[in-house]
C-alpha cells in the first residue's frame, strides 16, 4: 500500500522576499520585482538588461566560512531556503535528519557561474593559480542537493535534478515517490538557481529573452499578444514532505498533500515544445492521483512569455484541462528563476490556496490569439476555494512535469 505525502514545511528566497508575508504582500499589489540591471551594461553586445534579482538575500549570522567554503550563491540560496523549511516544519534539530529516514531531491539548472569562471583561466592564461579546492564544489551540477545534505547530516536518499526549468518540480516528484513507496520518511525537496549573465546571454542567443529595457514593470508578458521573451529571476525554494502518518503521529502542521506527479520527455526537439507530451504529463499527473480534470480547481501555469512555449502550453493546457479552470503564471512577479521555479510556483499556490485567493497574471492586457482559450485569471486576485490545484512545469529538452496538490 503507497504511503500519503504531506507537505509540513516552505522556504523561500526570491526577489519578492524570504517569507510568505513579504511575497503575498508583492502578490496583492500586482507590481513585479523586475528592475534594470545596471551590471550588465559592461556587457555591451548583450540586449536584454533586465533581471528579478535576489536582492536583499543575506547569510544568516551563524553561517560561518567553515560551513559555506563549498558554496556558491546558489547552494546558500538553497540551504537558507531549507534552514526555513525545517523550522517550519519542526524539523530543524529533529533525529530524523540524521537516521537514514530522511533524504534530499534538489535541484538547479547549473553550479555556481562564479566558480566556472575559475576554471576559464586554466584554458585562457595556461595556469591554475585561480583553482583551488572548493572550485569544483561550488561550480557542480548538484552542488546545492550535495551541500544541503552535508550542511543538515542527511544520510538517506539523495536526487540531484538538472533539468533546467523542471528542476525543482522534479526534485519534488522523485521525493515523492520516494516516501510514497516506503523508501523514506522525510524529503527535502526543491530547486535553487542564482542570476548570472551568462544564462541571460543564452537565452538571448535563442531569442528568447525579453528586451523591453525601458520599461521592466511591463515584463514578462506570459500569454499576452505583445511579449517579447523571457526574463530571468533568482531564488531557491524548499518544501518539506513526510509521510502522512509519521507527519500526524508527531503533530504536525499539514499545510497539503501531494497527490499526483507526472513527469516525462519530448523526444523530438531540443528546443521547441511538443503539445502531445505537454499534454500527456498533465494526465499522468491526474492518472496518478486518481482524479480528473474536472476535479482541478486551479492551474498554475509555467508561463515564460516567450513566442512557442506559451501557445503550446495554453493548447496542451486547453486540451486536458479544458478552458473553465482558473489559471495564471507567476513569472509575472518574479520572472523566470529556472531551476527553482517549480518549487516557488507551487509553494506560492500551497500559501494561495489556502487562503482562498489566487494571483492574476501580471501584464496580461490582451491575449494572443494563438493561444488557447483559457480562464486566464486577470486584472485582480481570483477568490477562489479550491480542493485541488495542478503546476505545471516546462524545460528546454522537452522535460515536462506536472504535480497536485489537495488542501487539507
Not at 511591463?218 to 499578444?225: A, G, I, T, V, W
Not at 504529463?281 to 480534470?293: F, R
Request: glycine residues 10%; contains cysteine.
Amino acid at each position: 500500500m503507497k504511503r500519503r505525502v504531506a507537505v509540513t514545511g516552505g522556504g523561500v528566497i526570491s526577489s519578492l522576499g524570504d517569507d510568505w508575508a513579504s511575497t503575498r504582500a508583492c502578490l496583492l499589489s500586482k507590481k513585479n520585482c523586475i528592475r534594470y540591471m545596471h551590471e550588465w551594461d559592461q556587457y555591451t553586445d548583450m540586449h536584454t538588461r533586465i533581471a528579478s534579482p535576489a536582492d536583499a538575500f543575506s547569510l544568516p549570522d551563524h553561517y560561518t566560512i567553515k560551513k559555506t567554503r563549498g558554496m556558491g550563491r546558489v547552494a546558500k540560496l538553497g540551504v537558507v531556503a531549507t534552514e526555513q523549511a525545517l523550522l517550519q516544519a519542526g524539523l530543524l534539530d529533529d533525529p530524523v535528519l540524521q537516521s537514514g529516514e530522511a533524504g534530499v531531491a534538489y535541484g538547479s539548472s547549473i553550479g555556481s557561474i562564479d566558480a566556472g569562471r575559475e576554471f576559464l583561466d586554466l584554458f585562457e592564461s595556461k595556469s591554475t593559480k585561480k583553482i583551488n579546492g572548493t572550485s569544483s564544489l561550488r561550480f557542480m551540477s548538484h552542488s546545492t542537493a550535495i551541500n544541503i545534505s552535508v550542511f543538515f547530516k542527511t544520510s538517506g536518499r539523495l536526487y540531484t535534478t538538472s533539468s533546467a526549468c523542471t528542476s525543482g518540480s522534479q526534485g519534488i516528484g522523485f521525493a515523492m515517490e520516494a516516501i510514497r513507496d516506503g523508501h523514506q520518511s522525510v524529503m527535502i525537496a526543491g530547486g535553487s538557481e542564482e542570476l548570472s549573465p551568462a544564462q541571460a546571454a543564452v537565452f538571448e542567443a535563442l531569442y528568447s529573452a525579453s528586451g523591453n529595457n525601458d520599461y521592466p514593470e511591463l515584463s514578462p508578458r506570459p500569454f499576452d499578444k505583445k511579449r517579447d521573451g523571457l526574463v530571468l529571476g533568482e531564488g531557491a525554494c524548499t518544501l518539506i514532505l513526510e509521510d502522512w502518518e509519521s507527519a500526524k503521529q508527531r503533530g504536525a502542521t499539514i499545510l497539503a498533500e501531494l497527490v499526483g506527479y507526472g513527469t516525462n520527455t519530448d523526444g523530438s526537439h531540443l528546443i521547441r515544445p511538443n503539445i502531445d507530451s505537454m499534454a500527456k504529463v498533465m494526465e499522468l499527473a491526474l492518472q496518478d492521483a486518481g482524479l480528473t480534470a474536472e476535479d482541478v480547481d486551479y492551474i498554475s501555469g509555467h508561463g515564460t512569455a516567450t513566442s512557442y512555449g506559451d501557445v503550446a502550453e495554453s493548447v496542451a493546457t486547453q486540451a486536458v484541462m479544458g478552458s473553465t479552470t482558473p489559471f495564471s503564471s507567476l513569472k509575472g512577479y518574479i520572472g523566470h528563476t529556472l531551476g527553482a521555479c517549480g518549487a516557488i510556483e507551487a509553494w506560492a499556490s500551497i500559501n494561495m490556496m489556502n487562503e482562498n485567493w489566487f494571483a492574476p497574471n501580471l501584464n496580461l492586457d490582451e491575449v494572443d490569439d494563438k493561444c488557447a482559450k483559457l480562464d486566464y485569471i486577470r486584472g485582480d486576485i481570483r477568490e477562489l476555494e479550491a480542493c485541488y490545484f495542478m503546476s505545471n512545469n516546462f524545460a528546454f529538452g522537452g522535460v515536462n512535469t506536472s504535480l497536485i496538490f489537495k488542501r487539507v
